[in-house]
């Protein structure tokens, strides 16, 4: 991660609700708007829930999944138009299998404390983006130092940043809460992003004018 460039993540994530072809559509308006990278989220619903705790809760997950080799073949659309690829993955299994289409790794807020998932990824030695929401100051410590203690290349401040987020969808403005960047930059010497989940496109002009320079923003082409 540079710290004279913004890089611009455009998180496709779930937006697609399981369809392909809309996947597709979305894949392709996110090329044309020449972003740096565009994300999705690779996960399967037995991976994510106990199915005997809640199993709505698993089938829900479920609907907006596809299989591996729908997404290697969103992955290869991406590396053919010369865009790269990523995707937030909760699990090692899926996480081996779509290493080779991954510069960097997106380890979401939900999973800043999931140490074993994390340990497995430092293991690869590629960068990481660590997402923050739910989370305090310490917590956010206490990952970096496993990080490193992982893997010493993560002391290098080019192989992580660290993202202001708040875990609302949509956030609301007095909930934004920008001058974490100003915090993070102060405890922390690596790059320092915003994941944004705001409707207000403000948000993400300020956000670099504090100093963030990985900006991670939800795509899509409808609200409805």
């Not at 899926?94 to 997106?106: E, I, M, N, R, T």
């Not at 403005?173 to 320092?192: G, R």
Request: glycine residues 4%; aromatic residues 12%; contains cysteine.
């Amino acid at each position: 991660f540079q710290e004279e460039k913004v890089k611009l993540i455009a998180e496709i994530g779930g937006n697609h609700e399981g369809n392909f072809d809309y996947a597709l559509e979305l894949l392709d308006l996110a090329i044309q708007s020449k972003v740096d990278s565009i994300k999705f989220q690779i996960y399967s619903g037995n991976t994510l829930v106990n199915e005997r705790v809640d199993f709505k809760r698993k089938e829900h997950f479920d609907r907006f999944t596809f299989s591996n080799e729908q997404y290697k073949k969103l992955a290869e659309i991406c590396h053919d138009q010369k865009i790269d690829f990523n995707a937030s993955i909760w699990n090692n299994n899926q996480l081996d299998a779509f290493d080779q289409y991954l510069s960097f790794y997106k380890v979401g807020s939900g999973d800043l404390t999931a140490f074993p998932l994390i340990e497995h990824l430092c293991s690869k030695g590629k960068p990481i983006v660590l997402s923050t929401g739910l989370s305090n100051l310490d917590e956010i410590k206490e990952t970096i130092e496993f990080i490193c203690n992982c893997n010493p290349i993560y002391k290098k401040k080019d192989m992580l940043c660290v993202m202001q987020c708040t875990s609302a969808y949509p956030t609301p403005d007095d909930e934004i809460n920008l001058n974490v960047i100003k915090t993070l930059k102060s405890n922390f010497e690596y790059t320092i992003g915003f994941s944004c989940h705001s409707t207000n496109p403000l948000a993400i002009d300020y956000s670099i004018a504090l100093g963030a320079r990985v900006i991670e923003f939800h795509f899509t082409d409808t609200r409805e």
